[in-house]
């Protein structure tokens, strides 16, 4: 017989009664029912019920031990008295009667539970991750996760993708985010840093000549973290050689929605060749937002121009200093109270912004200052362009168009979720194309890149020489899925004379576009295909898929937020020996001013 089992914890059944086994694992729960002692053993398969008396030795042994103790049990197979089957076990119909035990590993009292699923504080469940990590949910996150990127790799193969390894260690580049720093031993005073993406190598195997790459790559930015975003990360990492924007899309929708409709748990899924494709300027329009939630029916619209000469000089005032106004809907709230449209004005308020002006319609009569001095007649000629019956709402953003925008967008997710509009039970795909190529940046008083300083520009060079920077689009996409963007990408531009001159259009000149981008731009003075790529978060696809609001409910080893790992200690301090190894002297930060030092000073 085996050291420690014939079979794991979910592979009995009503076949094997009768037989002597051994199985292994942690001491899950313990039931006592006055000399007859019941125990849920659990290991990575599943659970199997172990019963035990005062006629076995195993009895006082597993009395004595504390959940989460692991044990070897030896005993027999017997089928479950009539009306005890558990028909949610696999194991359900059988137990195991423990003939002896032998204890593995002894558990002190445990830092939070395991058995059910009760909310306990992030910290103390990062700090004990190893045992967070044996609770159901998080068990079954992490091998979604596994399962997801063996489908993801199986069906990428299929696609006709090779997977390379890239570098970890590489050069800083000036563009992105912030960087992880590595300080060199052999090199003093120089650094490597940590791969925000495998971007140029991934360009660079194409120039190499490999036609389809993918690589379930590493990455990381030493950035602020949210619930979807962690300083290191998986990507879905590809690219494609003589490709069109079309190619694109054609090889990574059946990737996407096949994963997806593989671990829906029967959530439908906009199927390939279906993902709708929205320019970017229509979805700020529509939807607030270049990340829409297409689950939300609500769709913004724009509505200056009712109010150029209004009774309502707030916004009369707004537009004609060069202010928007965006209307976002609210059907059907006829019965909600006046409450209910002053607690959106006190979210907007809350959020950072002036406030979320609304008009209520009960029956057709219009109620809230806009519309008092608006005019009901103007406001039938509103509600008319609009679409919008007798009993709906009407929210407004109005601001600058960055700030109007922003909130439209927000307001349409706050009103789709308080009067639950959302549609649950689907995963809805989309594009967001045509991302402008440059924009004003208003603090600098220039045009800069708006995203990807390295997209082909549609036109390309003729577009740069000939129109104004800010109409011109790059073939430059998004794939959004539910709200969440899953990953940005881009049509490359492979010709050194473009990037030259896009890079001038942004203030810089060819020396430094030489200097900062050496490895690449040299690379495409000798030979480069057009390629373009993308790189779905794989951690994301996790997480929308096992319907997580937190992406560190679907890492193994995550950090906190504030990209500190309780469990292993890190960021932590090294010996001076370390340091004077890689030629690094620490400076402490500045101390803050104290009261008195402040008042001096002044």
């Known amino acids: 017989m085996h050291a420690y089992r014939t079979h794991n914890c979910a592979g009995l059944d009503a076949g094997n009664v009768g037989e002597t086994v051994r199985l292994s694992g942690w001491v899950h729960r313990k039931r006592d029912h006055g000399g007859v002692l019941f125990v849920d053993l659990r290991d990575h398969y599943g659970i199997t019920q172990i019963v035990t008396d005062a006629d076995s030795p195993a009895l006082e042994v597993l009395e004595g031990l504390r959940v989460e103790s692991v044990v070897t049990i030896d005993g027999t197979v017997k089928a479950r008295a009539e009306g005890t089957a558990n028909p949610n076990l696999p194991t359900g119909a059988i137990e195991v009667y423990a003939r002896s035990v032998t204890v593995q590993s002894r558990a002190d009292e445990l830092p939070l539970p395991v058995a059910g699923e009760q909310d306990y504080p992030e910290e103390i469940r990062l700090k004990y991750r190893f045992v967070d990590l044996r609770r159901d949910s998080m068990h079954r996150n992490i091998m979604l996760r596994s399962q997801v990127i063996a489908s993801l790799r199986r069906r990428m193969i299929e696609q006709g993708f090779n997977e390379f390894q890239t570098p970890i260690l590489g050069a800083s580049s000036p563009e992105g985010a912030r960087d992880y720093l590595v300080p060199s031993r052999l090199h003093p005073g120089t650094f490597y840093a940590l791969p925000q993406a495998p971007q140029m190598f991934k360009q660079l195997l194409m120039v190499a000549g490999f036609d389809r790459y993918f690589q379930i790559a590493p990455c990381f930015r030493d950035e602020d973290l949210r619930a979807d975003r962690s300083p290191e990360f998986y990507q879905l990492d590809f690219e494609m050689s003589f490709v069109t924007q079309d190619d694109v899309f054609n090889a990574i929708e059946p990737v996407l929605a096949g994963v997806f409709a593989e671990f829906a748990n029967g959530k439908t899924v906009t199927a390939a060749g279906d993902f709708p494709r929205i320019p970017y300027r229509e979805s700020m329009l529509k939807y607030g937002s270049d990340k829409p939630d297409l689950r939300n029916p609500l769709i913004i619209t724009d509505v200056s121009h009712h109010f150029g000469q209004s009774g309502f000089g707030l916004f009369e005032k707004i537009v004609g200093s060069g202010g928007i106004v965006r209307a976002i809907p609210a059907p059907a709230t006829a019965e909600k109270s006046r409450k209910f449209f002053d607690d959106m004005n006190d979210w907007a308020r809350r959020e950072g912004f002036a406030g979320l002006g609304y008009v209520t319609r009960k029956g057709g009569e219009f109620g809230g200052p806009i519309a008092k001095n608006h005019g009901p007649e103007n406001m039938e000629k509103l509600y008319a362009e609009l679409g919008l019956g007798a009993d709906d709402g009407l929210f407004?953003?109005?601001?600058?168009?960055?700030?109007?925008?922003?909130?439209?967008?927000?307001?349409?997710?706050?009103?789709?979720?308080?009067?639950?509009?959302?549609?649950?039970?689907?995963?809805?795909f989309c594009w967001i194309v045509d991302f402008p190529m440059f924009e004003y940046d208003e603090e600098q008083k220039k045009v800069d890149f708006s995203h990807n300083p390295f997209s082909m520009p549609q036109g390309e060079l003729e577009a740069l020489e000939t129109q104004d920077p800010l109409s011109i689009l790059a073939w430059q996409y998004d794939i959004v899925c539910n709200g969440y963007e899953l990953s940005s990408g881009a049509i490359r531009n492979h010709r050194p004379e473009i990037m030259y001159k896009a890079f001038e259009i942004a203030g810089y000149s060819q020396a430094e576009v030489d200097e900062n981008f050496s490895g690449m731009i040299e690379a495409f003075k000798l030979g480069a295909p057009p390629h373009g790529g993308s790189a779905p978060g794989i951690d994301r696809i996790v997480m929308l898929l096992a319907d997580e609001p937190n992406i560190r409910e679907v890492i193994a080893f995550p950090l906190n937020q504030r990209a500190q790992d309780l469990m292993m200690g890190a960021p932590s301090p090294v010996s001076a020996r370390q340091l004077r190894d890689v030629h690094v002297r620490l400076v402490d930060p500045p101390k803050p001013a104290s009261a008195e030092t402040a008042t001096a000073e002044n």
């Open 396 to 428: 407004f953003a109005a601001g600058m168009e960055k700030d109007a925008v922003k909130l439209a967008g927000a307001a349409r997710t706050r009103v789709g979720e308080e009067l639950g509009l959302i549609e649950q039970g689907c995963f809805k």
